[in-house]
């Protein structure tokens, strides 16, 4: 990070007790916004929502790089749950394109295996300890997480998903200090019997001094400057952009024979690739630069286009991860 970007928003450890927060409790992988014109510090961690009443006001509404939380189980020795900012970031990346983790333990040492950037969306069986370094075969194929086992131990269930139920359109002149766009992720642990909001999140500042926002909300449609923003693309944009592999590959790619803007789904959202077929025409068709192998997602060029109206520079925050070879 250069000694001029702005400081990261997370604080470094939360101890977590859930019988502080009755109302419930929601935790999710953080990451940069994906469209970010403020001068506000880099959200990047474990978001964590909490309250002591049901409905009531959030008692914690931040980001932190590590919670540790109590579970008396005689599964944990010490009594402690750990949960790490990058377990939840590539949980994150899992879930957004529908793969289950599951729980990998090396069976030389031990240590819980987490699955990272190209090996978080592939499903294998061979994998490399993080902890001794040696190689080990699972069982079977699957996407290794220690928040898998997380979750077991503290019961978490399946949660019911909905959209967001309200629409906004906003004018970027309106506020002057900035706004900041997330896609929605699959929480993961949600003890409210509510259920998730599915959509684009959106902060919005009046002034750039202000800690908290004027607009802080998910909502199923959001309109910037006249230009409607596609949820999935949002947050398919979001998933993209904290695999290191892919950076500098998704691209705004439009159909050569029809024009049409090209957005890759499934596989090829994750894989970039030479040729790819048009969902318009059905045309094959490839991208025209210098790089071959690409991921279409036309979010790229609607940032491009929120940011012709932008009050501040469009910020391109790195996470910093390195890319996965093993």
């Keep these: 990070m250069a000694a001029d970007d702005p400081p990261i928003k997370a604080e470094e450890t939360l101890h977590l007790d859930f019988a502080d927060y009755p109302g419930g409790i929601a935790l999710w992988g953080s990451v940069p916004a994906v469209y970010d014109t403020t001068t506000q510090p880099t959200d990047r961690g474990i978001h964590v929502h909490a309250r002591s009443t049901k409905g009531g006001l959030k008692d914690?509404?931040?980001?932190?790089?590590?919670?540790?939380?109590?579970?008396?189980?005689?599964?944990l020795s010490d009594g402690w749950v750990d949960v790490d900012e990058i377990d939840a970031i590539n949980y994150m990346v899992s879930h957004v394109f529908g793969f289950e983790?599951?729980?990998?333990?090396?069976?030389?040492?031990?240590?819980?295996?987490?699955?990272?950037?190209?090996?978080?969306?592939?499903?294998?069986?061979?994998?490399?300890?993080?902890?001794c370094g040696r190689q080990f075969s699972d069982t079977a194929a699957g996407v290794g997480n220690p928040?898998?086992?997380?979750?077991?131990?503290?019961?978490?269930?399946?949660t019911r998903k909905r959209k967001a139920p309200d629409s906004i359109s906003i004018k970027q002149r309106d506020f002057p200090g900035g706004i900041q766009i997330w896609g929605s992720n699959p929480a993961i642990l949600w003890t409210s019997n509510e259920p998730e909001m599915t959509g684009i999140h959106l902060h919005a500042f009046k002034t750039s001094e202000q800690a908290m926002p004027d607009v802080d909300e998910t909502y199923a449609k959001v309109t910037i400057d006249g230009i409607k923003l596609d949820p999935e693309q949002v947050r398919t944009y979001m998933a993209q952009s904290?695999?290191?592999?892919?950076?500098?590959?998704?691209?705004?790619?439009?159909?050569?024979?029809c024009?049409?803007?090209?957005?890759?789904?499934?596989?090829?959202?994750?894989?970039?690739?030479?040729?790819?077929?048009?969902?318009?025409?059905?045309?094959?068709?490839q991208a025209s630069g210098q790089m071959k192998k690409t991921i279409g997602n036309p979010f790229v060029g609607v940032r491009k286009k929120l940011a012709l109206n932008a009050t501040g520079a469009v910020r391109e925050d790195k996470l910093g991860l390195r890319p996965e070879t093993i």
């Design 101 to 131: 983790t599951i729980p990998v333990n090396c069976i030389y040492c031990g240590f819980p295996h987490l699955d990272r950037d190209w090996f978080a969306v592939h499903l294998h069986r061979k994998h490399q300890c993080h902890g």
């Design 60 to 75: 914690i509404d931040w980001t932190y790089r590590r919670l540790r939380i109590p579970h008396r189980a005689d599964l």
């Design 259 to 285: 024009g049409k803007p090209h957005f890759e789904h499934g596989e090829h959202a994750f894989t970039p690739h030479i040729d790819h077929e048009c969902h318009s025409c059905g045309e094959t068709f």
């Design 242 to 257: 904290a695999m290191p592999h892919l950076e500098g590959r998704v691209i705004d790619l439009f159909c050569s024979h």
């Design 147 to 158: 928040i898998a086992e997380l979750r077991h131990v503290l019961g978490a269930k399946p």
